[in-house]
């Protein structure tokens, strides 16, 4: 595997590549990686000629200081984990190299997707998010990226940001990847404390039911249901819950049996926050 710093030499490296008709797939990671990155390299692999990774924890993708300080860094591992799966390419830039020396995002507009959920209580993250997957895109020029749909709102806004501003990638969202016990696989799992991570799991365990009453309940009814469940979790507390049409991410209001529909659910175990989804079934 080869590893860059450097976005010049690696573009350069990759222009050489496209010449010779090879088809790149691209896989940005913010490191700390787990069997669910490894998954989506594995996908990566069998379409593409060569795969590239990135390793970059973009900081304007934060709203939350500590957040950024403390998310987990296991460079040397990740190397080693990559290695083991033959990534081909591995790109690990520094701030600096990214950013130059103003670390500030763009502003973008997603047609209001960047405005539901996530969104509403981490502001300026999909400005974060557009402004570093945009970049990357232009450095590995791939033509497929692979997300997972973990983060199912950014695989959205991934999209539409590869249509509006009409980027000859294909954008490929990969099924999320759980441990045993279903809690979907997270970076951000590696801070739990065993008494948090014992208690994650019923974050899966409650979408999994919840999917089960939304074939004969309504919206409000499973909404509702959701938020009794954690009102009195002594270790879980609920940012939100929403049900939402897929495409546009728009909460329900009627169920529509033409519309595919997505439970969306944020959790906080202490200061540590989980995220998930779930497809739903009318």
Request: positive net charge; aromatic residues 10%; charged residues 30%.
């Amino acid at each position: 595997m080869n590893i860059f710093n450097n976005r010049t030499l690696l573009n350069s490296v990759i222009k050489e590549y496209k010449q010779t008709n090879k088809k790149i797939g691209f896989v940005p990671t913010m490191g700390a990686l787990h069997h669910g990155h490894l998954f989506l390299i594995e996908q990566a692999k069998k379409k593409n000629d060569i795969v590239v990774a990135s390793i970059f924890v973009n900081p304007t993708q934060f709203n939350n200081k500590e957040d950024l300080e403390n998310y987990p860094k296991t460079v040397e591992n990740d190397i080693q984990m990559l290695k083991n799966v033959d990534c081909d390419i591995l790109f690990i830039p520094s701030v600096e190299e990214i950013y130059h020396k103003k670390i500030v995002s763009k502003k973008f507009y997603f047609d209001g997707l960047e405005n539901k959920m996530e969104g509403k209580f981490r502001l300026g993250h999909f400005d974060g998010v557009g402004t570093i997957v945009k970049t990357l895109f232009e450095i590995v020029a791939p033509n497929n990226a692979y997300f997972g749909e973990k983060d199912f709102q950014q695989l959205q806004i991934v999209k539409k940001l590869v249509k509006k501003h009409k980027l000859p990638i294909s954008v490929k969202g990969c099924a999320i990847f759980r441990e045993k016990d279903g809690l979907a696989m997270s970076s951000r799992n590696a801070r739990l404390n065993n008494e948090q991570r014992n208690a994650a799991p019923f974050i899966y365990k409650v979408l999994k039911i919840a999917k089960k009453k939304f074939i004969t309940e309504n919206h409000d009814f499973v909404t509702k249901w959701v938020e009794n469940q954690f009102e009195n979790h002594s270790l879980l507390k609920l940012e939100y819950f929403t049900i939402a049409e897929e495409k546009s991410l728009e909460t329900i209001k009627v169920k529509q049996f033409e519309k595919k529909y997505r439970a969306f659910i944020a959790v906080f175990a202490g200061n540590i926050r989980l995220i998930d989804n779930i497809q739903l079934k009318n």
